[in-house]
């Protein structure tokens, strides 16, 4: 009877597994000068426990109900001696949390967590005379000398390994072993029988010669990035060419930083289109939430290569990097990763609280593991940008463009407004000229009643006329970002939105704030912070060439509410600052900015992010030795989307469906909003919402969730 590893759809054999991942763990070991013999055989012995009559008659009939708990780890375990003794240790930290936290699981089920372990010892010996060959055949084959291991024998080696756990467990601190066990056993798992020839890019320094380009609308393409200096903070405005510098001044492997899912998408096709010319096997990747149901060449590798280590460029969001902060799941994989890296954290003014103590922190752990930072800005407080110089140290190179250059950035006229009801006679106007409109507002339920008058409003029935927030399917978001922008894949003109001639209308949440390349001729928004705003207004009059230097179009920003509940997600006080520092009816003038900035931002709170980080700004390590955190943490700091939903009618197609299928068909959404609908126990678990809740034009409708919620009970 074959021995399997993972059940199907692969149905992977538990030798070739183990194969797989000793391949994935040497190439790794070897790039960050780790033993590559104690590498191989913590591969081998991680898993070998699943050879456990119990775990494979879980695979072959997972219908059936097992109460008991089994934890292939312990089992394997049990083979600690078959190994020479000056690797136990090493090995330990390799096997025995690769998959839980040793220590405060979230499901108690780490091995200092199991309080009876001798009841857990026995059942998982079971009957080990019998088991335990089966997984020597395996072992032998393996190339691992026979060694008999008797049942009190395998109890001494479980034994040794709670006794050093324990031991481990009163220091603080990150095993590398760990992370490499971890990095290469999802490496293996994803790539399965590809693993060799996929493993053999790993670690590529990526050739960033393209970025040399110069241009004269383009003041920092002229500007020399030739530098001694390790970390880099670029000040300049949207289209000074910030992107283009940040990446010629990357020396080795990059992660390449954005706020927002919709921006990275964009960001990562046009730097795989930028570097293909001088990189022939490029190993570049975006990581996001929906990040495996993006494909560049339609290679199913690229798809399950996303979150794995060793990528040549990675394109993700800061967020995604807070796991070192909060010493999250597979942080440990993640440090190994990172380390001695080039890390592009850009557009870094669009954080604000928590979010900006939380990149802080980040700047902190990269210097802390040998990263070149290089920091992107249009502005930033002037109080965080000390900060960041001082974690930096006298080791930066700071550019920023003289007060004459930024001149030539002038490009908005701004208006204040009462509300959306001042500004619709000038929509109809702008309308009628063949104008492009978007309108940004602070939430969702605002942006849907907004769209829903314009789709009602004669004047505007022949107008194109989109709704983009965070709230739709995946599969629905995606293709209207894609509408939106207006190009196809390959880069060509859709003709739709951004790329049309004709009028149209947007109605968007915050999402577009960031690095999407559209550029609309009006805009109307809600007030947002003064940081968010200057983004905002990027996506206005954004083509820049020699004829628009020098013109104008408007922008209305519509005053604040006067109560902090109609005011979220953003504080109210700064609202009104930013507000304030608004002239109306003049040219924004972008050497002006930096004063306005600094007279709305007076101060962060950095120490709310501190008695949650694992890395203390002493250098210390808080976190439990083999142990780590649920993501919980960051999504009740951070108040994102910690949930998804599905509609009833996609439930079907979920739990059959595969992970790309899966996210296509998630809604994401806040937790409080969906908590009391059933679950599916497939998948990412997503809430079922009834169908009458989901519409393609206007996303989720929270009050019909509302609605059902009351009629169940």
């Known amino acids: 009877m074959v021995i399997y590893a993972k059940s199907a759809p692969d149905w992977t054999p538990l030798i070739e597994h183990l194969k797989h991942v000793s391949v994935a763990v040497e190439r790794i070991a070897n790039h960050f000068g780790m033993d590559t013999d104690i590498a191989r055989h913590g591969a081998f012995l991680h898993d070998i426990g699943k050879s456990h009559p119990i775990f494979q008659r879980r695979l072959r009939d997972k219908s059936r109900d097992y109460k008991n708990i089994f934890r292939h780890e312990i089992a394997s375990l049990f083979f600690l001696s078959a190994f020479p003794r000056e690797q136990w240790d090493e090995l330990i930290e390799m096997v025995v949390s690769h998959h839980k936290s040793v220590k405060n699981d979230i499901n108690k089920l780490g091995l200092l967590d199991l309080e009876q372990l001798c009841d857990y010892e026995d059942f998982h010996l079971g009957n080990w005379e019998e088991w335990s060959n089966d997984a020597w055949q395996i072992l032998t084959e ?107 001044r990357c020396k080795g492997r990059v992660f390449y930083t954005l706020p927002f899912q919709a921006s990275i998408n964009a ?136 007060p004459e250059e930024l001149d030539n950035f002038n490009r908005h006229v701004l208006h ?14 702008a309308v009628k000229n063949n104008q492009k409109v978007l309108i940004i507002l602070n939430k969702v339920k605002t942006a849907q009643e907004t769209f829903d008058y314009f789709r009602n409003e004669d004047a505007f029935k022949n107008v194109p006329l989109m709704l983009i927030h965070s709230r739709f399917k995946r599969q629905d978001r995606n293709q209207k970002e894609k509408n939106l922008i207006g190009l196809d894949e390959d880069g060509n003109s859709l003709h739709t939105f951004n790329t049309s001639t004709k009028a149209c209308i947007v109605i968007s949440t915050q999402i577009v704030e960031v690095s999407l390349d559209i550029s609309f001729d009006l805009m109307i928004t809600e007030c947002a912070p003064l940081d968010a705003l200057i983004q905002r207004f990027g996506r206005v009059n954004r083509v820049r060439n020699a004829q628009t230097i020098g013109k104008y179009k408007d922008i209305y920003v519509i005053s604040p509410p006067d109560d902090e509940k109609n005011a979220r997600p953003y504080d109210l006080g700064i609202l009104k600052k930013s507000y304030e520092v608004i002239d109306d009816g003049e040219v924004f003038r972008e050497r002006d900015l930096q004063n306005k900035i600094d007279s709305v931002f007076t101060h962060i709170d950095f120490k709310c992010i501190e008695e949650h980080s694992v890395f203390k700004h002493n250098g210390d390590i808080s976190i439990d030795y083999l142990s780590h955190n649920s993501k919980a943490i960051l999504f009740d700091l951070l108040e994102i989307d910690s949930v998804s939903c599905i509609t009833e009618s996609d439930l079907y197609d979920y739990e059959n469906g595969d992970f790309e299928q899966r996210l296509n068909l998630e809604i994401p959404t806040y937790y409080y909003s969906v908590s009391k609908m059933r679950q599916s126990e497939k998948g990412n678990r997503p809430f079922i919402v009834p169908d009458d809740a989901y519409c393609t034009e206007m996303g989720l409708l929270s009050e019909k969730i509302n609605l059902s919620t009351r009629v169940i009970s």
């Not at 290089?374 to 407080?381: C, E, I, Q, R, Y």
């Open 267 to 402: 960001m990562y096709k046009r730097v795989a289109k930028d570097l293909e010319r001088d990189n022939k096997d490029l190993d570049i990747r975006v990581l996001h939430s929906t990040s495996k149901i993006i494909r560049r060449n339609n290679i199913d590798e690229e798809v399950v290569l996303q979150s794995q280590i060793g990528a040549s460029v990675k394109i993700l969001t800061p967020h995604q990097l807070a796991a070192l902060a909060f010493g999250m799941k597979g942080y440990e994989a993640l440090l190994l990763d990172l380390k001695g890296c080039d890390v592009v954290l850009d557009e870094l003014h669009t954080y604000t609280g928590v979010s900006q103590a939380i990149v802080l922190k980040l700047v902190e752990i990269l210097v802390r593991i040998g990263c070149s930072v290089h920091v992107g800005t249009a502005t930033m407080p002037t109080i965080l940008y000390q900060r960041i110089k001082e974690v930096l140290g006298n080791d930066v190179l700071e550019v920023k463009l003289p």
């Open 416 to 429: 204040k407004v009462n509300s959306i009801e001042c500004v619709k006679p000038i929509i109809k106007e």
């Open 142 to 248: 393996l190339n691992i000398p026979y060694k008999l291991i008797t049942r009190n024998e395998a109890k001494e080696n479980l034994l040794y390994t709670v006794n050093y756990c324990t031991n481990k467990n009163r220091e603080r601190g990150f095993s590398k072993w760990k992370g490499l066990m971890i990095a290469g056993d999802h490496f293996a798992s994803a790539l399965i029988d590809k693993t060799d020839v996929a493993s053999e890019n790993l670690f590529v320094k990526p050739d960033l010669s393209f970025y040399e380009r110069k241009h004269p609308l383009y003041p920092l393409s002229l500007t020399d990035a030739n530098s001694t200096k390790k970390h880099t903070i670029v000040v300049a405005c949207t289209g000074a060419g910030k992107t283009d510098y940040l990446f010629r």
